[in-house]
């Protein structure tokens, strides 16, 4: 069997394992009430190759979860500060089905997150203060993209380009609050909210949303200028000191840098995407479903909410890699 034939089979297995989880009409076996098991999956779906489920589970989310056409998740306590991530991912699945007025339905929700002055993303942190958050905001970026609204895209790659730019340690660390004043808020109580170069568990898909986001943006509107920031941020989450596609939670990141790659060749990115896959084949269970029971942080044994949405990341870059191009 070809290097490519062993991808392409990983990504089928792992395709397959998503697949399991969802009844014929695309509704969750495990929780068909939380957002969580179906805001990915229109997008993978459709990338893979099923694009009937990925319609059912379209279908899904916007008959339970946006009553009257409204995106809203306020009475789920733990998806509701996310609306932005989900919202944007799930937008970029509805468009890639042809859906743009679902698209459009959904980021009108997202919006109501954004702050006006920064054109970040957040939600409300310790005391009721607003937190802008990088992976948000990138989420929100691809899903303005997909939906057409450029005047939004460019306000969420605004964001972008000024966190990376006020990062106090950049030699050391990248802290993903800001707050409303366009400052950095250090936190590194929770790796969701910083990416340390040294740390054996840093989370470096946090920056794959907001690089795959600024790429799209810059092959939709034409600007090079936004391919320059894609590439600082790969620039950085490469510094880190190890190999970084053999982090646990690289996951998606090998599916972003070959979206850089193929306006920017640099054989560091494919490399990068190269090895993130061998990774993930390493860690394949006999199920399809990827092994991340080397998390400390996470309770074990690892819920099955976490191996889905993990495991959509991780089939992005297994098909990316499989097919050479994102």
Same mark, same amino acid.
């Given at each position: 069997?070809?290097?490519?034939?062993?991808?392409?089979?990983?990504? =089928?297995?792992?395709?397959?394992?998503?697949?399991?989880?969802?009844?014929?009409?695309?509704?969750?076996?495990?929780?068909?009430?939380?957002?969580?098991?179906?805001?990915?999956?229109?997008?993978?779906?459709?990338?893979?190759?099923?694009?009937?489920?990925?319609?059912?589970?379209?279908?899904?989310?916007?008959?339970?979860?946006?009553?009257?056409?409204?995106? =809203?998740?306020?009475?789920?306590?733990?998806?509701? %500060?996310?609306?932005?991530?989900?919202?944007?991912? $799930?937008?970029?699945?509805? $468009?890639?089905?042809?859906?743009?007025?679902?698209?459009?339905?959904?980021?009108?929700?997202?919006?109501?997150?954004?702050?006006?002055?920064?054109?970040?993303?957040?939600?409300?942190?310790?005391?009721?203060?607003?937190?802008?958050?990088?992976?948000?905001?990138?989420?929100?970026?691809?899903?303005?993209?997909?939906?057409?609204?450029?005047?939004?895209?460019?306000?969420?790659?605004?964001?972008?380009?000024?966190?990376?730019?006020?990062?106090?340690?950049?030699?050391?660390?990248?802290?993903?609050?800001?707050?409303?004043?366009?400052?950095?808020? %250090?936190?590194?109580?929770?790796?969701? &909210?910083?990416? =340390?170069?040294?740390? %054996?568990? &840093?989370?470096?898909?946090?920056?794959?949303?907001?690089?795959?986001?600024?790429?799209?943006?810059?092959?939709?509107s034409g600007d090079p200028a936004i391919l320059d920031l894609a590439e600082n941020y790969l620039r950085f989450?490469?510094?880190?000191?190890?190999?970084?596609?053999?982090?646990?939670?690289?996951?998606?990141?090998?599916?972003?840098?070959?979206?850089?790659?193929?306006?920017?060749?640099?054989?560091?990115?494919?490399?990068l995407a190269q090895r993130s896959a061998d990774d993930l084949i390493e860690r394949q269970k006999p199920d399809?479903?990827?092994?991340? =029971?080397?998390?400390?942080?996470?309770?074990? %044994?690892?819920?099955?909410?976490?191996?889905?949405?993990?495991?959509?990341?991780?089939?992005?870059?297994?098909?990316?890699v499989a097919d050479d191009a994102a």
């Amino acid at each position: 069997m070809s290097r490519e034939q062993t991808i392409r089979q990983a990504a =089928d297995r792992l395709l397959g394992y998503l697949e399991s989880e969802f009844e014929h009409n695309g509704s969750s076996r495990s929780a068909p009430g939380d957002v969580q098991f179906y805001y990915k999956m229109p997008a993978v779906f459709a990338l893979g190759g099923r694009r009937a489920l990925a319609h059912r589970t379209l279908a899904q989310l916007t008959s339970r979860f946006m009553p009257n056409g409204v995106f =809203d998740l306020s009475a789920d306590p733990v998806a509701h %500060p996310w609306t932005p991530y989900l919202g944007g991912w $799930a937008a970029w699945g509805a $468009a890639a089905l042809g859906r743009f007025d679902i698209a459009r339905q959904i980021m009108r929700s997202v919006i109501a997150f954004r702050d006006p002055g920064t054109g970040g993303y957040g939600f409300s942190g310790p005391q009721g203060k607003t937190l802008l958050d990088l992976e948000r905001s990138g989420a929100a970026l691809m899903g303005a993209v997909w939906s057409g609204d450029l005047v939004e895209a460019h306000s969420a790659a605004h964001f972008l380009r000024r966190a990376l730019a006020h990062q106090p340690e950049l030699d050391k660390a990248f802290y993903a609050y800001l707050d409303t004043h366009g400052h950095v808020v %250090p936190d590194a109580s929770d790796r969701n &909210a910083y990416f =340390d170069l040294t740390d %054996p568990f &840093a989370r470096p898909a946090m920056f794959a949303t907001g690089i795959a986001g600024l790429v799209w943006f810059a092959r939709a509107s034409g600007d090079p200028a936004i391919l320059d920031l894609a590439e600082n941020y790969l620039r950085f989450v490469m510094a880190y000191h190890g190999d970084v596609a053999a982090l646990p939670l690289s996951t998606k990141l090998g599916w972003s840098a070959l979206m850089l790659h193929a306006h920017r060749p640099d054989p560091r990115l494919s490399d990068l995407a190269q090895r993130s896959a061998d990774d993930l084949i390493e860690r394949q269970k006999p199920d399809g479903s990827i092994d991340f =029971d080397a998390l400390p942080d996470v309770p074990k %044994p690892i819920e099955k909410v976490w191996l889905v949405g993990w495991g959509c990341d991780c089939a992005l870059t297994l098909m990316a890699v499989a097919d050479d191009a994102a």
